[in-house]
């Protein structure tokens, strides 16, 4: 486990961009916290490291986006508005492929999720101060974790 505070929108961005860079192929990252607690701005600065070019904004109302720059495919998923009965597409291939994939609000569809991953929490502790907990489980997250 390891905790990292943020002071700023932009300091999430450098924070999501330090840790994509540690990232590999087929990777999957569960992203909780509230309402506006930096998991989209947190995501932007993963896709920056992935070099992709658009810019990354939340798909609460498409559930998904998909990304790709350097031979890479990028999948941003958000599950706010769905429960798993919901889910009427083959998650599991997106998931289990060699894309990495980012989930905002996994826990809506839980029994749908990898067995291992990244789990980043997100707390509000003041208005602009975000406390981030990356915990891993799997023996390939608990590297990247170590590594931040
Ligand atoms: N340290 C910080 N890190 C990230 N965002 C911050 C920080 N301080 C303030 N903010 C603000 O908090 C908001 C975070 O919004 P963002 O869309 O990233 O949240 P979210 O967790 O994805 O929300 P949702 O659950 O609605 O998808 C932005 O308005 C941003 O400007
Ligand atoms: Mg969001």
């Known amino acids: 486990m390891k905790e990292k505070l943020t002071k700023s929108e932009i300091e999430t961005i450098n924070l999501g961009f330090?840790?994509?860079?540690?990232?590999?192929?087929?990777?999957?990252?569960?992203?909780?916290?509230?309402?506006?607690?930096?998991?989209?701005?947190?995501?932007?600065?993963?896709?920056?490291?992935?070099?992709?070019?658009?810019?990354?904004?939340?798909?609460?109302?498409?559930i998904m986006k998909?990304?790709?720059?350097?031979?890479?495919?990028?999948?941003h998923f958000d599950f706010y508005r769905l429960t798993e009965e919901g889910v009427d597409f083959d998650f599991e291939d997106y998931i289990h492929s060699s894309a990495i994939t980012v989930i905002e609000w996994p826990f809506n569809v839980k029994s749908l999720l990898p067995n291992e991953y990244i789990l980043i929490n997100i707390e509000i502790t003041n208005d602009n101060e975000r406390?981030?907990?990356?915990?891993?489980?799997?023996?390939?997250?608990?590297?990247?974790?170590?590594?931040?």
């Open 66 to 75: 998909s990304y790709h720059a350097n031979n890479q495919d990028f999948y």
């Open 18 to 62: 330090s840790f994509g860079k540690l990232l590999e192929p087929g990777m999957v990252l569960l992203l909780t916290g509230d309402l506006a607690s930096g998991k989209t701005t947190f995501t932007k600065g993963i896709g920056k490291a992935l070099n992709i070019k658009e810019t990354i904004n939340s798909p609460s109302y498409t």
């Open 131 to 148: 406390k981030f907990t990356f915990s891993s489980v799997g023996e390939q997250y608990e590297k990247v974790i170590n590594k931040l």
